[in-house]
DNA sequence: TTTACAATCAAGTGATCTATTGATTGAATT
DNA sequence: AATTCAATCAATAGATCACTTGATTGTAAA
């Protein structure tokens, strides 16, 4: 007997969501929202060897999630498009609403330093525009540099402590970094807690801000345009 | 070394996606959408035997998809709320918009019978409002009594070529099913065209209605309540 | 041409997944 | 208590997947 239509359709859903089902190839997507990267950029960032990241990379294409570009003897891939954010925030969500374990891990590494609620997009939006929050950016430097949220300023974690100096005394600071569940972020609030700031983190990071259609802004940002 | 919590929670929205990455648990997800259901029927339904529909159930409750209860002798398992849904519908456009080969089916498959536009949720609202339509659900009967759309009259696909007579030869018919991929709308369309009838179908089905959170009727309808 | 290097390919091993078979559990009925 | 039936469990064989190793391709530079 042979299979019709709609479990042929099927089966190719199938292979987009099992594309997704490796904690591996969810982390590339991860850095793949931040911007374009080559191969062995981001093996490293993941922590694969090059061929195993090359193999994730090529089940991402196959499956339409990512696409990829030659350029001289680099191939850099990115996410084939904003519904693949979109996607993984689906996923996300209902993996966040009925999954208990994903509770209880959230709970054990993340509550103490997360008490406070995450600020939604819509709440952050029109803050923005009071002029009430710093906004800070604390992925490293070059994911800044390929976009970021309008206004903000970038220090990197590892250089917080250090430039604590740069932000605003009286302004409650916002952070976030690539997602989510980005640990830049949570660090950064408590670290700023710590020091008796006043700090709250966005509910997720940079790539969904952008898949939402929200503005973004590129490349450099000197400091007195942010202050 | 020992993994960071990141990946712990990226091992945890793997195993969702893992959940979803089989044609035959997908369609047990579609069957799911319309009511809840008996393991044996959902076998029945879905081509599989029951031994291997439990397992395949199982997985989808380890993964926090779908969620079950005893009555008597029988499980009943119902998805577990509307957020699956939303999933599904997220995977499905995404699939759709960057996997050519979805689109090699679609056309193969469906194309002839659907050459015009279907019709999206906001239009047949509106022309339900305007009482220019009259909407058709083809699905079984018994689906069709544990939800559907207000004001829509059941005619499964089996009966629809004895039963033209019920439907008002004026207005447009609206055909929906199960879902978007569901064949009972498409054929319905083609059957009614074939008679001269003005026909298109909803763009998806009943579960995507419901989990818009649009309103549903439920129970048997009498024929004078719909005409 | 030779060299260098990013990335892919190919092959192999151990692990995981799928589907079937037959046994077992749990609740209703006789 | 014995029977019946829905559903799960357990064991198995075959298929697919993940990761490593070493060879290969493709482009740029020497």
Redesign the interface.
Known sequence: MSI???????????????A????H???LL?HLGQSERGVDALAARVGLSLANASQHLQQLRR???VENRREGKFIYYRL??D??T??L???????E??????DR??R???AERDSLEPVSHEELLARMEAGLVTLLDVRPQDEFGHGHLPGAVNIPLSELQDRLTELDTEREVIAYCRGA???FAFEAVAALRARGRTARRLIDGFPEWKAAGLPVATGEISREEVT
């Open positions: 019709g239509p709609k479990q042929a359709i099927l089966a190719e859903f199938a292979g987009v969501a099992r997704l089902g490796h904690a190839r969810l982390e991860e499956a339409g999630l084939a498009g519904g693949v979109d996607l925030t689906a996923l996300r969500l209902q993996a609403r009925n999954l208990a374990e994903v891990i959230r054990g590494y993340f569940y980005c640990v």
